[in-house]
């Protein structure tokens, strides 16, 4: 198993390009998250998703969007790259009834 | 909004000696999780625990939840310069999504 997968690792952005975060896990897991991390910060929730086809906003969702066509991919999207969105995210997953997510190791995004 | 605070913010310490960090909310949750996140790496989980007053040990590391469910610590025993890296913990909004804390950064130095 690869577990969960992120690419790419690292992208640098101008203002006002859009780009899209893939991000896949080979574990049947039904609970997809997406977070970011700034610099000697914790995790913020952008979106997370329950199943296929069904996403919802986490604590900091303005200027993305997702999209959960598969149990496997849940790809983040930005449009309108902004300064503020400089950060590195994660994609993790959870197992039904199970407590640990699993992370990816991660996407370096910076906008200039 | 659910928030978690963690304390202390940064910790710095010698090799051998005795810690305890701490994670309080204001908010209840279902379960409590603690990650160790080093350099350039996604979180991984260490423990989790579900029961209000439920104590688990990880080898050096105490974990507790507090009796409300609402905080819960990490007292690391001897700490080795291996134990170095950014603690999390999270608290389960009853299945549905995480919030995490901002972080205690850990130094052991040798």
């Known amino acids: 198993n690869a577990g969960v997968t992120q690419t790419p690792k690292f992208r640098i952005l101008k203002i006002g390009q859009s780009m899209t975060l893939q991000c896949a896990q080979d574990?049947?897991?039904?609970?997809m998250y997406w977070y970011r991390q700034d610099p000697g910060m914790g995790l913020k929730l952008i979106y997370y998703s329950v199943g296929a086809g069904i996403t919802d906003k986490g604590e900091v969702p303005n200027g993305y969007n997702v999209s959960r066509s598969t149990t496997e991919d849940f790809p983040l999207r930005l449009e309108l790259a902004a300064p503020s969105q400089t950060s590195v995210y994660f994609c993790?997953?959870?197992?039904?009834?199970?407590?640990?997510?699993?992370f990816g190791p991660g996407t370096r995004l910076t906008v200039t | 909004t659910q928030l978690l605070e963690q304390s202390p913010q940064f910790l710095s310490i010698q090799e051998g000696e005795n810690l305890t960090v701490y994670c309080n909310s204001s908010s209840v949750f279902s379960s409590l999780q603690w990650y160790r996140q080093e350099p350039g790496e996604g979180p991984v989980l260490l423990v989790t625990?579900?029961?209000?007053?439920e104590v688990k040990k990880l080898k050096r590391l105490t974990f507790q939840f507090g009796d409300a469910r609402k905080d819960s610590s990490l007292h690391i025993t001897a700490a080795q310069p291996g134990d170095t890296g950014l603690y999390l913990c999270?608290?389960?909004?009853?299945?549905?999504?995480?919030?995490f804390g901002p972080g205690t950064r850990l130094s052991v130095l040798p």
């Open positions: 574990m049947n897991h039904n609970y």
């Open positions: 625990v579900v029961t209000g007053g």
């Open positions: 993790a997953s959870r197992g039904t009834g199970t407590y640990e997510q699993y």
């Open positions: 999270a608290g389960d909004n009853y299945g549905q999504n995480f919030v």
